[in-house]
């Protein structure tokens, strides 16, 4: 499993209703995935053959590797050492319905998409590739992406449920990503029976507070406890109140759970952060950062300084949001850090180990998100 080693949520997006019945089957059929999220810009894709084209023309492609290049504001399909291309077009469109679409934005790695994969020409000379995919596919393919092949079922569950809620919450004219800044989505390359037995079971289920979708947060490991929405994103008017930290000793199993410690070379923190070590001024009770003052006075979120760390300095420096800052006597930075993700939400690991315990999906999300209840879709009034 790729544990999250971030999730770059600083906005709490709430979305109004319409009053009515929620029928799931009223969301879209289909979401809109654009891939490779982590990776831009995408300057070429790996398709691999056997592959249909849908547009601009039908065409079906042997078994072979294939090369997609944007040329100017066209993009080429050739095979692959051939300077002959097949495709020359704004847009391409392969359909997967039937094998999937197996490409890649490197010669090494393959990722497997079912629906339609969509590619075109983006500003700056790079390629957008979309996946137009069944709702039901998504769901499947993020509770796949999100845990690993050993995860019991009713953590599964717990898993799909949320997903799903977070659909509930989703404009049919938003786009979705692929990585960690949302939800995992590698297609349906790590698919498993048990992952689609899952989903189907707990299929049309919300989880609702007050007749409303909750908003979903999710981390990987929170090594102890988790945190309250308010304190880690600092927005008391925001917060809705089942985003409350609870007590969490179930993660023990995580790699994460362990101190992790990473250094900065003072080159690098002082291009960062300025001339100077930032102060952690104030913890939470779970021991996450409150406030960091930046060596020119500034005074940061501890979330916010955490995620001006993993983009300056790399997410491996402090993959949890549990850290605590020292320096060496050369002036390099060091960075102690636990537990992986912003730690608000559920813990993933630590839904694992309940289940394992023999607690169901439903009581590990009333107890990671308290005053909440997981209701059929169809029964439940929205606004």
């Given at each position: 499993m790729k544990c999250k080693t971030y999730l770059l949520i600083a906005i709490f997006n709430f979305l109004f209703f319409a009053m009515g019945q929620i029928v799931f089957a009223a969301t879209p059929d289909k979401v809109k995935v654009d891939l490779f999220e982590a990776h831009q810009p995408v300057k070429q894709v790996f398709l691999y053959g056997p592959?249909?084209?849908?547009?601009?023309?039908?065409?079906?492609?042997?078994?072979?590797?294939?090369?997609?290049?944007?040329?100017?504001?066209?993009?080429?399909?050739?095979?692959?050492?051939?300077?002959?291309?097949?495709?020359?077009?704004?847009?391409?469109?392969?359909?997967?319905?039937?094998?999937?679409?197996?490409?890649?934005?490197?010669?090494?790695?393959?990722?497997?998409?079912?629906?339609?994969?969509?590619?075109?020409?983006?500003?700056?000379?790079?390629?957008?590739?979309?996946?137009?995919?069944?709702?039901?596919?998504?769901?499947?393919?993020?509770?796949?992406?999100?845990?690993?092949?050993?995860?019991?079922?009713?953590?599964?569950?717990a898993q799909a449920v949320l997903t799903q809620t977070r659909l509930a919450r989703h404009l049919p004219s938003m786009v979705l990503g692929d990585s960690t800044q949302r939800e995992l989505y590698l297609g349906s390359s790590n698919n498993r029976k048990e992952v689609r037995e899952a989903v189907h079971s707990v299929w049309g289920q919300l989880l609702m507070h007050e007749n409303r979708p909750v908003a979903v947060y999710y981390h990987s490991t929170c090594a102890g406890g988790t945190s309250s929405g308010e304190v880690v994103f600092s927005n008391k008017s925001a917060v809705p109140p089942y985003l409350k930290a609870v007590n969490c000793d179930y993660c023990v199993r995580s790699p994460f759970s362990k101190l992790t410690v990473r250094r900065i070379s003072k080159d690098a923190a002082t291009k960062a952060f300025g001339e100077g070590l930032p102060a952690i001024l104030d913890y939470d009770d779970a021991g996450r950062p409150i406030k960091v003052r930046l060596p020119d006075g500034r005074i940061l979120s501890g979330y916010q300084f955490w995620i001006l760390l993993g983009q300056s300095a790399g997410w491996d420096k402090a993959p949890g949001m549990k850290y605590k800052l020292g320096t060496l006597p050369n002036g390099d930075l060091q960075v102690f850090s636990t537990g992986a993700g912003h730690g608000v939400g559920l813990c993933q690991w630590g839904s694992a180990e309940l289940a394992h315990q023999g607690k169901t999906y439903k009581d590990i999300l009333q107890y990671y998100f308290p005053g909440t209840n997981v209701q059929e879709s169809r029964s439940v009034a929205m606004w």
């Open positions: 592959a249909r084209i849908k547009m601009p023309m039908q065409r079906t492609l042997p078994p072979g590797k294939y090369l997609l290049t944007e040329k100017g504001s066209q993009l080429e399909l050739a095979k692959q050492g051939s300077l002959q291309p097949i495709v020359v077009a704004p847009r391409i469109v392969l359909d997967g319905q039937t094998l999937g679409v197996a490409l890649g934005i490197d010669s090494v790695d393959k990722r497997t998409y079912p629906g339609d994969v969509e590619m075109s020409v983006l500003p700056k000379q790079s390629i957008r590739v979309r996946n137009v995919v069944a709702v039901k596919d998504y769901v499947i393919g993020v509770v796949s992406s999100e845990t690993p092949a050993n995860w019991p079922v009713e953590a599964l569950k």
